[in-house]
């Protein structure tokens, strides 16, 4: 198998890729990647006539800004995201045990571990994409500023992104391939959980 070049997604430098934030929203859900010495990157994700939008973002880099954060004060930045909207699920990347715990500690949310395939994931994001079964909005500039970086590795040791500039691309990842490729999954896990602690 040859190796993968250039971008991961070279139709995401189109301008109509991106659109306005929509109004009339059905549903809500958080997609996170978690990190603490790496740059976190939570996407709020809104549902309308069946198309998921990327309506805003919460992105914080330890090594920009000069600081790393607890998992208090990374859930106090989703909770300013949620902002009090009725939250379906907060998907999240499977190897951040504490932040998970947090999340359930503080009990308002349904938390699901993502589905963590990366080559899969990538696929059934781009078919995401394509398809406008996914939106990205134009205010989420860390969003966009991933995609125009975000590259094959290219080096022929592996057929995988390099990884940089790949938190918001994780988190949009996990939340296509756990909520839209994986509902029949994550509607019996998110169930299964509620009972568990009904």
């Known amino acids: 198998m040859g190796s993968v070049f250039g971008a991961v997604y070279p139709f995401m430098d189109n301008e109509r890729m991106y659109c306005d934030i929509p109004s009339d929203i059905e549903s809500w859900a958080v997609s996170c990647d978690y990190g603490t010495v790496n740059p976190a990157s939570f996407g709020l994700w809104g549902r309308k006539n069946g198309v998921w939008y990327r309506v805003d973002e919460y992105y914080f880099n330890s090594r920009t800004q000069g600081f790393q954060k607890t998992?208090?004060?990374?859930?106090?930045?989703?909770?300013?995201?949620?902002d009090g909207r009725k939250i379906e699920c907060v998907i999240v990347d499977p190897s951040a045990a504490s932040f998970i715990e947090v999340?359930?500690?503080h009990g308002k949310y349904?938390?699901?571990?993502?589905?963590?395939?990366?080559?899969?994931?990538?696929?059934?994001?781009?078919?995401?994409?394509?398809?406008?079964k996914i939106r990205i909005c134009k205010n989420c500039r860390a969003t966009r500023r991933e995609f125009s970086l975000y590259r094959w590795d290219g080096s022929g040791r592996s057929d995988a992104p390099v990884k940089e500039n790949d938190h918001a691309m994780d988190d949009i990842r996990y939340f296509v391939a756990t909520k839209i490729y994986g509902c029949d999954g994550f509607f019996a896990v998110a169930t299964k959980r509620q009972?568990?602690?009904a």
């Open 110 to 132: 349904t938390v699901v571990s993502a589905e963590n395939n990366v080559i899969n994931g990538i696929r059934q994001t781009s078919q995401a994409l394509k398809d406008g």
């Open 71 to 82: 998992d208090e004060e990374h859930y106090d930045g989703l909770e300013k995201l949620i």
């Open 195 to 197: 009972e568990e602690t």
């Open 103 to 105: 999340i359930r500690r």
